[in-house]
Nanobody
Framework: DVQLQACGGGSVQAGGSLRLSCAAS????????IGWFRQAPGKEREGVSC????????YYVDSVKGRFTISRDNAKNTVYLQMNSLKPEDTAVYYC?????????WGQGTLVTVSS
C-alpha cells in the first residue's frame, strides 16, 4: 500500500524555522514527483512546493519563495520542506502528496502554528 507519513510540525514564533519530513513507502519513490500542500483554517488547500523525481527542479508558490526549500533523499524515500522566516500566515496543516498512475495519495498532515 502507498503510504506517506508527514511529521515535523509544531508551534513556533514568527521568524522561526521548522523542517517537515514526508516518509514514503509502497511505491518506487524515485519514479515520482512529490508535493507539499497546506490548508489553513477556513481556506482551500493550496500547493506550496513540489520537487521532481530526481530532485533537480522544484516549484514554489510565490508566498513562500525565498523562505522554504524542498529537497529529497531518494535513498531514504523521504522529502523535506525546510521552512525559514515563518509568518503567522503560514499557519496550516501541511500535507505531502504523490500522484501515482493518476491517483492522488495524501499523508495524514502535520500542523504548523506560527504565532506573532
Amino acid at each position: 500500500d502507498v503510504q506517506l507519513q508527514a511529521c515535523g510540525g509544531g508551534s513556533v514564533q514568527a521568524g522561526g524555522s521548522l523542517r517537515l519530513s514526508c516518509a514514503a513507502s509502497g511505491f518506487t519513490f524515485d519514479d515520482y514527483a512529490i508535493g507539499w500542500f497546506r490548508q489553513a483554517p477556513g481556506k482551500e488547500r493550496e500547493g506550496v512546493s513540489c520537487i521532481t523525481k530526481s530532485g533537480d527542479s522544484a516549484y514554489y508558490v510565490d508566498s513562500v519563495k525565498g523562505r522554504f526549500t524542498i529537497s529529497r533523499d531518494n535513498a531514504k524515500n523521504t522529502v523535506y520542506l525546510q521552512m525559514n522566516s515563518l509568518k503567522p500566515e503560514d499557519t496550516a496543516v501541511y500535507y505531502c502528496n504523490a500522484k501515482i498512475m493518476r491517483t492522488e495519495y495524501w499523508g495524514q498532515g502535520t500542523l504548523v502554528t506560527v504565532s506573532s
